[in-house]
């Protein structure tokens, strides 16, 4: 045996409508509703990049609107941090058009539409209603498949995952005027967080509790410090990393995650220990380097965050596949492969790509070596004879 098979008929995916069929998605006739999504369809752009830039045109458009009654119609926006706010709608611009562009391609396609179909699944939530939660703790939070690879990576990973996830839950909500601090005795210490204009909290500055909430930025800062730190010594010293690294790919983002706390930790350096000299130069450099890098995620490597959900609900799909027990063997020594859903949601993606050997995904490895090297002795070693 020297090639897979060629599927038959009956696994041939269906091109047209099944016979008997006498209504729609939603019960209604099947032309009424195929000429309303029809409609629908002229109306939006035919290009992917037409499409994203509509979706990144919708995305912003709603977050100025939250912004602006977010904060009582700009009553508690503070001018001061309007670029932070300015580059924040840029923000969600590239990532609606980038994501938009992402899931038109094919694999990202099915990607999205099987990983999400299974996140919101009633069916397996149902079955395996623990699954979902442990997902997210440990394929989002935890990441353990980089524990896999290297502890030390693993760690600071970590650090620069939940220093980044802490900056962004108080940056954001301030930049966009949420939530305020403010004090009803002057200079404090008694202070109050109100979100929305509503109060949630009062603390005092002085104690631990005040203390943690006006630094929380700079524990962020320090946490994000040394897991980047050894990102970065890690692309200058270790060969595998140096060989395939870009410096706008792979350097850039550490650099901007430095500058950007080392920065925030000299302005309160600034303001606690040298009565506020050099603060205006630092603070003009924190904000560029903050918004340079809002700007840049969506087109540079921190666009994984914004995909990570996504792979969440493929592994959430393989999970479940395997509650079932569909595990696909191989064609040709019966070794276990996957689940059947994943092998034949990597088979619809190679006929989507036209790649002309979607029935090889049905053979584990080993097979696939032993049947290349088989058609290699009959079909071009015989010509050397």
Same mark, same amino acid.
């Given at each position: &045996? ?141 990441? $353990? ?8 990576? *693993? ?8 220093? #980044? ?45 005040? *203390? ?20 970065? *010594?890690?692309?200058? $010293? ?48 924190? &904000? ?25 609900? &493929? ?44 029935? *090889?995904?049905?053979? #584990?490895?080993? #097979? ?12 071009? $070693?015989?010509?050397?004879?």
């Amino acid at each position: &045996m020297t090639e897979p098979p060629v599927p038959a008929a009956a696994e041939q995916p269906e091109t047209g409508a099944r016979a008997g069929t006498s209504g729609g998605m939603d019960g209604r006739p099947p032309g009424r509703w195929r000429s309303v999504t029809a409609r629908a369809a002229r109306g939006l752009p035919r290009t992917v990049s037409g499409r994203g830039t509509l979706a990144g045109a919708v995305v912003s458009g709603l977050l100025i609107l939250a912004i602006v009654f977010g904060s009582r119609l700009l009553h508690d926006f503070d001018s001061a941090l309007l670029p932070y706010a300015v580059a924040t709608v840029f923000l969600a611009f590239g990532v609606a058009y980038r994501y938009t562009v992402w899931v038109s391609a094919p694999g990202a396609r099915r990607l999205f539409r099987n990983g999400w179909r299974s996140l919101f699944s009633s069916e397996n939530f149902g079955r395996t209603p623990t699954a979902l939660p442990k997902m997210i703790a440990t394929y989002l939070g935890l990441q $353990k498949f980089l524990g896999a690879r290297s502890h030390a990576r *693993w760690a600071a990973h970590q650090l620069i995952f939940w220093g #980044c996830v802490l900056a962004a839950l108080i940056t954001f909500p301030l930049t966009w005027g949420w939530f305020t601090f403010t004090s009803d005795s002057g200079p404090g210490p008694g202070y109050a967080m109100r979100i929305w204009g509503i109060k949630v909290l009062g603390f005092d500055s002085l104690n631990i509790l005040g *203390w943690l909430m006006f630094h929380g930025l700079d524990i962020a800062a320090a946490l994000v410090i040394p897991g980047a730190g050894y990102f970065l *010594w890690r692309r200058m $010293k270790d060969r595998g990393a140096i060989t395939g690294q870009r410096f706008a790919y792979d350097m850039v983002p550490l650099l901007a995650l430095i500058i950007i706390s080392v920065t925030g930790l000299l302005l309160t350096f600034s303001s606690l220990f040298l009565h506020g000299g050099g603060y205006e130069f630092l603070a003009i450099l924190h &904000m560029v380097s903050v918004v340079f890098t809002l700007i840049y995620i969506p087109f540079g490597k921190f666009f994984h965050i914004v995909q990570r959900p996504a792979a969440v609900g &493929m592994q959430l799909f393989k999970y479940t596949g395997r509650q079932d027990d569909e595990v696909f063997a191989c064609r040709r020594c019966g070794e276990a492969i996957d689940t059947g859903p994943y092998v034949e949601n990597l088979r619809g993606t190679m006929r989507d790509l036209e790649l002309g050997f979607d029935a *090889w995904a049905e053979y #584990c490895p080993r #097979c696939k070596r032993v049947l290349r090297g088989n058609a290699y002795l009959t079909q071009v $070693k015989k010509g050397f004879q």
